[in-house]
Structure formats: structure tokens, C-alpha cells
């Protein structure tokens, strides 16, 4: 039986079915065995929980670039005389392919003056989920970038490793509801609790926040 609550009678959805597409709708109407009007608000429930994704990892993606960033910016002042972290943190070719990019951006390709901020802002969020890699575990994590996360576990080498799996399942969720791919399948409570862990370890304040402001639970419980 149909479950679908919009404002649209069966036969609508079904002119509708090859404008989506039902390949595109494959999916949904798997998990609504094959019911045309199911699929649909099941679609219609995945695009509000795609943005309410969006909505999440923006939040968490500002708060750790940010702690991230003032942990950089310190390292650099003391023990690189004062230079900017964006000049000679030792990163790796695609990190630096995406700094050289965010740089571009932010100078509009060298017409206007470089702004810290703006760089920062522009650099991706897959930049600072692979920043916080095992990979930078000795020239960055250890000796600056886990201050970032001060509440996170006491064991430097697992905590790095608490955040960077967040850190890439958030990047993951965050790419699959950008491009409009179904997530209705997937563990959103999940990855909404990976949110409030790297927000938590930041700090009480930046918990409070995304707790007090994400929409998720509230799409997560008026899944159809």
C-alpha cells in the first residue's frame, strides 16, 4: 500500500517516472517493492536528507578547518619564524595541487591580494579529511594539528585515528548528497553521532551548536 503523503495522485507519479527516469529511481523503487508512489516519496525524503546533510557537514567542515587551521597557523609562527602555514607545511602532491588551486580561487589567478582567510575557506573539505591522515601522522598531527581536537582520546595515535575515519565518512556522505546519489540506504544516524563526536572534540561549545542546529534527527525519524 502507498505511503506516499504529497500532493500528487498515483497517475501523476507515473508521468512523472520517465522524466526522473526509473533508472535513476532504481533504488527507491527497489526498496518500495516496485510501488511507483513509495519510490517517490522516498525520493522526495532522500533530496531533504541530502540537504540536511549538506547542512551538517558545512557545520562540521567549518568548525575543524578552523581549529585546524589556528593549530597550523601557531606551529608555523613559533617553529617557522613567523611564516604562513600555507607556504611551508610539507604537503603532498595532491595536497598541494589543492592548496595551489584554493590559492588561484582566492586571488582570482593572482589579481587581487592574498587573504589567509579567503584561501583557507576555499580548500575543500577532502583536503583537511586527508590533512588529518596517518600520512601526516609525524610531520603535522603530532606535533600541532591534534590540538585541534583537545577532548578527543588521550592517545595521540588513537585519536588521529578516530578523526581521520570521521573525517572521511563525513567527506563520503557529504560528496554522495552533493551529487544527488541515494542515501536512504545508509546509516545517517551514524553518521550524524560522527558529527557530534569531532564537533565534541573540539570543544563543549561547538557540540552544543551542531546539536542545537542540524535538522537530521528530525528527517531521520519522518523517513517513509
Given at each position: 500500500m502507498s505511503t506516499a503523503s504529497g500532493p500528487f495522485e498515483f497517475d501523476v507519479y507515473n508521468e512523472l517516472l520517465p522524466l526522473v527516469t526509473a533508472e535513476r529511481l532504481g533504488s527507491y523503487l527497489r526498496a518500495s517493492g516496485g510501488d511507483v508512489s513509495d519510490a517517490f516519496a522516498l525520493y522526495e525524503w532522500n533530496m531533504r536528507a541530502a540537504a540536511s546533510v549538506m547542512e551538517l557537514t558545512s557545520m562540521v567542515e567549518v568548525l575543524a578547518r578552523n581549529a585546524l587551521d589556528r593549530e597550523l597557523r601557531e606551529w608555523a609562527h613559533q617553529r617557522r619564524g613567523g611564516a604562513s602555514w600555507l607556504d611551508v607545511a610539507p604537503l603532498d602532491q595532491q595536497?598541494?595541487?589543492?592548496?595551489?588551486?584554493?590559492?588561484?580561487?582566492?586571488?582570482?589567478?593572482?589579481?587581487?591580494?592574498?587573504?589567509?582567510?579567503?584561501?583557507?575557506?576555499?580548500?575543500?573539505?577532502?583536503?583537511?579529511?586527508?590533512?588529518?591522515?596517518?600520512?601526516?601522522?609525524?610531520?603535522?598531527?603530532?606535533?600541532?594539528?591534534?590540538?585541534?581536537?583537545?577532548?578527543?582520546?588521550?592517545?595521540?595515535?588513537?585519536r588521529q585515528q578516530d578523526v581521520a575515519f570521521r573525517m572521511q565518512q563525513l567527506n563520503f556522505v557529504r560528496n554522495r548528497a552533493a551529487h544527488?546519489?541515494?542515501?536512504?540506504?545508509?546509516?545517517?544516524?551514524?553518521?550524524?553521532?560522527?558529527?557530534?563526536?569531532?564537533?565534541?572534540?573540539?570543544?563543549?561549545?561547538?557540540?552544543?551548536?551542531?546539536?542545537?542546529?542540524?535538522?537530521?534527527?528530525?528527517?531521520?525519524s519522518s523517513k517513509p
Amino acid at each position: 500500500m502507498s505511503t506516499a503523503s504529497g500532493p500528487f495522485e498515483f497517475d501523476v507519479y507515473n508521468e512523472l517516472l520517465p522524466l526522473v527516469t526509473a533508472e535513476r529511481l532504481g533504488s527507491y523503487l527497489r526498496a518500495s517493492g516496485g510501488d511507483v508512489s513509495d519510490a517517490f516519496a522516498l525520493y522526495e525524503w532522500n533530496m531533504r536528507a541530502a540537504a540536511s546533510v549538506m547542512e551538517l557537514t558545512s557545520m562540521v567542515e567549518v568548525l575543524a578547518r578552523n581549529a585546524l587551521d589556528r593549530e597550523l597557523r601557531e606551529w608555523a609562527h613559533q617553529r617557522r619564524g613567523g611564516a604562513s602555514w600555507l607556504d611551508v607545511a610539507p604537503l603532498d602532491q595532491q595536497g598541494s595541487a589543492d592548496l595551489h588551486k584554493a590559492r588561484d580561487r582566492a586571488t582570482r589567478r593572482g589579481r587581487r591580494p592574498e587573504v589567509h582567510g579567503r584561501v583557507v575557506a576555499e580548500l575543500p573539505l577532502g583536503f583537511w579529511r586527508y590533512l588529518v591522515e596517518s600520512r601526516y601522522l609525524t610531520a603535522l598531527w603530532v606535533p600541532t594539528t591534534h590540538r585541534a581536537f583537545p577532548a578527543g582520546d588521550p592517545d595521540l595515535r588513537t585519536r588521529q585515528q578516530d578523526v581521520a575515519f570521521r573525517m572521511q565518512q563525513l567527506n563520503f556522505v557529504r560528496n554522495r548528497a552533493a551529487h544527488h546519489e541515494p542515501i536512504h540506504e545508509r546509516d545517517l544516524t551514524r553518521d550524524l553521532q560522527f558529527a557530534m563526536d569531532l564537533a565534541a572534540w573540539i570543544s563543549p561549545a561547538a557540540k552544543s551548536w551542531v546539536a542545537a542546529t542540524s535538522s537530521l534527527p528530525s528527517i531521520i525519524s519522518s523517513k517513509p
